[in-house]
Every structure is written in structure tokens, then in C-alpha cells.
């Protein structure tokens, strides 16, 4: 039978494994999916150990994603944008490198949010790796703005930079208020119960904030909320990520809705 997993430290927390045997008893595949708790120390003596064992491919999480990137033979030209790998596909003679993290944004945006990104404004906060990992995706939107904005400013501008967009200081966003019809949260301050340094005025009438976290209402999302935007957690993306993967894999895609469904029962 055809074996995937998911690799990370910590793992237990993962829903992964569910996700696609979900998507597997959903397409009839015949395949199953695992979730491997890797030594901190040792990622790339256990990818090749699954793989010698008749492995097909593999989900990257937290810390590994960057790893996973230089271990690749091979990169899609959107794990090459985003710096970081999070799904590897065993190939004869060698591994390709893929990262469906910006595609399931889009993805949740577009298909199960119903909002569209091409001509909308969009700030993103945060310009860490899951910020950078869905600005390709989001600019082959065609947005008609896509502006960074951190709490550290020179982060967002390298970052910015290297993509050919604008930053925007936060303490800006108070002084010259500016409006988005999206406003992505890719920081990881839910974590902490943190607030972000953001005046309201950022959320345009009917804009949609989402904040890539899920599991928990965040500060940002309260805030949003509070401030009349229609608010978004990242369940959907985690689960249209792990569709773009298992279409990668199988070349079938299975239909995302029940599966989000079924989490959001249990969540
Ligand atoms: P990840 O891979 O999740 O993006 P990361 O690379 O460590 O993790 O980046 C974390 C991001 O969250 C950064 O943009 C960070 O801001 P700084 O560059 O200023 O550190 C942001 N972040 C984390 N905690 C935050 C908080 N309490 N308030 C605002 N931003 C925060």
C-alpha cells in the first residue's frame, strides 16, 4: 500500500493524518497516513528512513519546513519563493520540494470564503516564513494592492523587497489611516494571547480579516470583529493545503467541504 505521513516536533496535535484519510476513504484511494515524530536533530535520517521503507511522499510542519527546503532535489517555483518546503514527493533518484501552504489560503479565500482577491486591497502582517510562504500565491492574484506591514519594520521591508511590493510601518497605519478589503494575519502573536499594534481603520467596510491560527479566537480576530469585519480562522487552509498535497500526490482532488466540516464538529 502506498504510505505517506506527516513529519514535525511536536506531532501529536496534528490533524493531518485525519485530513487525508478523510480525503483518501473520500476519492477511494488506497494509501495510508501516518504523523512521525522526528528527533529535533535528526529530519533528514528519518524522511529518508520512511522513504527506503516504501514512503511515496510527505507532509512538512513545524520546525521542519526550512529543512525540508535544502533537502529537496528539486523546488516548485513556489517553495523557491516562499523559502520553505511543507510537502515532499519522492521521485526516482530524487525529492521534490513543494509548498501548497499559499495555495490553500487562496484557496479558503476564494472557494470557501467566497471572496475574491484580483483588484482587492490586501494587508498582510507579519513577514516571518508563514508570511513569506503566500506572497507569490497572493500576488499571482492580481491584487490591486498587497502591502506588509510588522512589528519589527525592517523585516517587512527585506521582505517586501523581495517580492517588488509595498511595507508599510505599523505606527504608519495610525498616523495616514489606510483601508483593505483583506487583512491576513500571518503572525504567530495569537500564540502568546498578544494584541496587534493595528488601529481599526485598517478593516474596510465588508473586508474580510483572517487570521491564519485556528483553534482559537485570537486577538486579532476579536478586534476585527469589534471593528464590523467578517472574521476567518486558518482551518480552511489547513485543510485546502493538505487538498493541494494530496492532489500532488494522487492526482485526484478530493472536495474539501465534509472534511472541514468534520473538523469544525470535533474543533
Ligand atoms: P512563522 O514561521 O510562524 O512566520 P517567525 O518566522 O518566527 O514564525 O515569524 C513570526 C512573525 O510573527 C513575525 O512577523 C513576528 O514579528 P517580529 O518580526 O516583530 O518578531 C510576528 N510576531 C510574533 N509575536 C508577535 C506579537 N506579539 N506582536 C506582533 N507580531 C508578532
Known amino acids: 500500500m502506498d504510505k505517506y505521513a506527516v513529519i514535525g516536533h511536536p506531532i501529536s496535535h496534528s490533524q493531518s493524518p485525519r485530513i487525508h484519510t478523510l ?13 512521525i515524530l522526528a528527533p529535533l536533530t535528526e529530519f533528514r535520517q528519518t524522511v529518508e528512513s520512511f522513504r527506503a521503507h516504501g514512503g511515496r511522499g510527505m507532509s512538512v510542519t513545524v520546525p521542519f519546513k526550512e529543512e525540508a527546503y535544502r533537502m529537496a532535489t528539486r523546488l516548485s517555483d513556489r517553495a523557491q519563493a516562499a523559502g520553505a518546503v511543507n510537502t515532499l514527493i519522492f ?4 525529492i521534490l520540494g513543494e509548498n501548497t501552504d499559499g495555495a490553500g489560503l487562496v484557496r479558503d479565500i476564494t472557494q470557501n470564503l467566497s471572496r475574491t482577491i484580483t483588484g482587492r486591497r490586501i494587508l498582510l ?11 507569490l500565491p497572493l500576488l499571482n492574484m492580481k491584487p490591486s494592492e498587497l502591502v506588509i506591514t510588522n512589528r519589527t519594520a525592517p523585516k517587512a521591508e527585506a521582505l517586501a523587497r523581495t517580492f517588488g511590493i509595498e511595507s508599510c510601518p505599523m ?4 498616523l495616514s489611516p489606510r483601508a483593505f478589503d483583506l487583512v491576513i494575519n500571518a503572525t504567530s502573536s495569537g500564540l502568546s494571547e498578544a494584541a496587534l499594534d ?9 473586508c474580510l480579516a483572517y487570521d491564519m491560527m485556528y483553534g482559537r479566537l485570537t486577538p486579532f480576530m476579536a478586534q476585527a470583529h469589534a471593528a464590523h469585519a467578517r472574521v476567518a480562522d486558518g482551518l480552511g487552509m489547513l485543510v485546502e493545503q493538505a487538498s493541494e498535497a494530496f492532489f500532488l500526490w494522487r492526482g485526484v ?3 474539501s ?11
Open 253 to 255: 482532488r478530493p472536495v
Open 198 to 206: 493595528l488601529p481599526d481603520s485598517v478593516f474596510a467596510p465588508g
Open 91 to 94: 521521485e526516482e533518484g530524487g
Open 23 to 35: 480525503f483518501a476513504q473520500q476519492t477511494g484511494q488506497v494509501m495510508t497516513y501516518e504523523a
Open 125 to 135: 502582517v507579519g513577514a516571518g516564513g508563514a508570511a513569506r510562504g503566500v506572497i
Open 257 to 267: 467541504e465534509p472534511v472541514l466540516a468534520a473538523l469544525k464538529g470535533t474543533s
Open 171 to 174: 505606527d504608519a497605519l495610525f
